[in-house]
T-cell receptor, first 113, second 116 residues
Framework: AQSVSQHNHHVILSEAASLELGCNYS??????LFWYVQYPGQHLQLLLK??????LVKGIKGFEAEFIKSKFSFNLRKPSVQWSDTAEYFC???????????FGIGTKLQVIP | GAVVSQHPSRVICKSGTSVKIECRSL??????MFWYRQFPKQSLMLMAT?????????EQGVEKDKFLINHASLTLSTLTVTSAHPEDSSFYIC????????????FGPGTRLTVT
């Protein structure tokens, strides 16, 4: 069974600081990888996804993530965070040809102005 | 486009009663809908996957007789929590995949169920 680990459960940063949120998964085959974001009071939205090709994926709002197959990782990064990035971030994995997506526990990011 | 709504957003019911939660894709046809449950400080746990016109596929440990799922049309799926108990109190979230886009899910805003 696939599983997803997010190492940081709660991150507090000052504006303009750089962000990296860790995500590791356990599945040896072909995977599709996602980062979702949930802003306060809003529903989950897709931030970016990886299916194939360039392992460095760029998403909305200046976020990017890098798929490192050898490390089973898909870390999320942003060079300079803003107060509006305060949200909860979920890493998710879909394996093989299955529809099921497994989510990590989520990381709450708080950006202090 | 790709908006998913849920109704109601919050519901409080008495123990032993049943509650129905609706999930609608407002501007697209959803061949597949997913129902998740989220406990406080925990991740989304997939409960079941439903394809329009066929029976839902439940995840291990989810009671299909307790959590009835109906996906009667390409824009509507319902989750009925039957004989609800306080331990069923949770946040229920649905998502939907568009026809031809099986990889991407669009999430609803969720429904907070409280069973007293």
């Amino acid at each position: 069974a696939q599983s997803v680990s997010q190492h940081n459960h709660h991150v507090i940063l000052s504006e303009a600081a750089s962000l990296e949120l860790g995500c590791n998964y356990s599945y040896g085959g072909t995977v599709n990888l996602f980062w979702y974001v949930q802003y306060p009071g809003q529903h989950l939205q897709l931030l970016l996804k990886y299916f194939s090709g360039d392992p460095l994926v760029k998403g909305i709002k200046g976020f990017e993530a890098e798929f490192i197959k050898s490390k089973f990782s898909f870390n999320l990064r942003k060079p300079s965070v803003q107060w509006s990035d305060t949200a909860e971030y979920f890493c998710a994995v879909r394996s093989g040809g299955y529809q099921k997506v497994t989510f990590g526990i989520g990381t709450k990011l708080q950006v202090i102005p | 486009g790709a908006v998913v709504s849920q109704h109601p957003s919050r519901v409080i019911c008495k123990s032993g009663t049943s509650v129905k939660i609706e999930c609608r894709s407002l501007d697209f046809q959803a061949t597949t809908m997913f129902w998740y449950r989220q406990f406080p400080k925990q991740s989304l746990m997939l409960m079941a996957t439903s394809n329009e016109g066929s029976k839902a596929t439940y995840e291990q440990g989810v009671e299909k007789d307790k959590f009835l799922i109906n996906h009667a049309s390409l824009t509507l799926s319902t989750l009925t929590v039957t004989s609800a108990h306080p331990e069923d109190s949770s946040f229920y979230i649905c998502s939907a995949s568009r026809q031809g886009e099986s990889y991407e899910q669009y999430f609803g805003p969720g429904t907070r169920l409280t069973v007293t």
